[in-house]
């Protein structure tokens, strides 16, 4: 049943680098929706990373925190800047944009991170993969654990007979892999019912708990296919044949890696999608990829990885389907004939687009 009236009030965090070129394009796709699909968006608009940094000297304040929690949903865009040449990585570890990253997702309780990897038909000459690998298909959801492992746990640099000797502690209980589980059944439900849990149970405590928890819930769930790989195998996996995974499921480190991965399989990173969610229907969206300050002003980056990020906003905070697949709809039409620089290859047969003509494009075809 559809609420009377549909306001929401969405937390915009445009961020770092190609972070206010990509999120400008978002909001204009959203605003398009919004008018066609008959529901209001206000936009409020906090700090995080190296612009709060910049302002306020930490990466992450209370105030954007609260700002946060007041809203239905967050979208991003990307934050950080070149460790090189940016004065913000002068400052020690704690005071640095990422922490502001890691401590939002903290602050906001975003336990579960889904990067989803398709391969549309209009994409497949911009896969790297062989064309026989890419003709099965590449269709799976990566549900990365967001709060907990390596990240969050217990890290120290001390001195141990005369040298240094630093130490980062990976941790979870059953109930942090529970909840997160539950949303990777739950998925692996809506789809192909598969799952992959990636591990590396023949040498970690820590993963032995997750196949300890993963199996005893795969008996309430025995419509879904379980399955049980280690780490290093599914890192070969994913480019040997991408096509026999449906929901992968795995700690947050090893998160990390294999969605990068797992984007470049489909094209490029500039393609993937991402939902933090929490407990109940506030999440935060943003693209898998950083904030490319090698490319930030020049209207090169692909604003479709933030485009299609709203969308899942559409879909998993705000309750718009509709919307949310006319958004996706419109990005694959598009495909067909616009490409912006790191998606072209020379002769494609496609005209090559900025990350204002992209956005454009996708208002246009919605
Ligand atoms: C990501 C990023 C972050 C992470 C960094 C920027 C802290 O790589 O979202 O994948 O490691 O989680
Ligand atoms: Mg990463």
Known sequence: MRKEKRNYRIGVIAGDGIGPEIIAQAVRVLDRTAEKFGFALDYVP?????????????????ETVTLAK??????????????????????????RPEAGLLGIRKALGLFANLRFSNLYEDLKDACPLREDIAAEGIDFVILRELTGGLYFGEKKTEMVNGEERATDVLAYSESEIRR???????????????????????????????????????????EVEVDYMYVDNAAMQLVRRPSQFDVILTENMFGDIL????????????????????????????????????????????????????????????????????????????????????????????????????????????
Request: aromatic share 6%; with cysteine; proline share 5%.
């Open 46 to 62: 906090m700090d995080l990373g190296g612009c709060s940094i910049d302002r306020y000297g930490i990466p992450l304040t209370e």
């Open 70 to 95: 007041s809203c239905d949903a967050v979208l991003m865009g990307s934050i950080g800047g070149d460790p090189k040449t940016s004065p913000w990585y002068q400052l020690e570890p704690s005071r």
């Open 180 to 222: 997160i589980a539950v949303k990777a059944f739950d998925s692996a439900m809506l789809r192909r019912k598969k799952l992959t849990l990636v591990d590396k149970a023949n040498v970690l405590e820590s993963s032995r708990l997750w196949r300890k928890v993963v199996s005893s819930m795969a008996e309430d769930y025995p």
């Open 259 to 366: 969605s990068d991965e797992a984007s470049m399989v489909v094209g490029s990173i500039g393609m993937q999608p991402s939902a933090s969610l929490a407990e109940g229907s506030f999440g935060l969206y943003e693209p898998s990829h950083g904030s490319a300050p090698d490319i930030a002003g020049q209207d090169r980056a692909n604003p479709l990885a933030t485009i299609l990020s709203a969308a899942c906003m559409l879909r998993y905070s705000l309750g718009e389907e509709e919307a949310a697949g006319a958004i996706e709809s419109a990005v694959m039409s598009v495909l067909k004939q616009y490409r912006t620089p790191d998606l072209k290859s020379e002769g494609d047969g496609t005209l090559a687009v900025g990350t204002a003509g992209m956005g454009e494009k996708v208002v246009q075809a919605i």
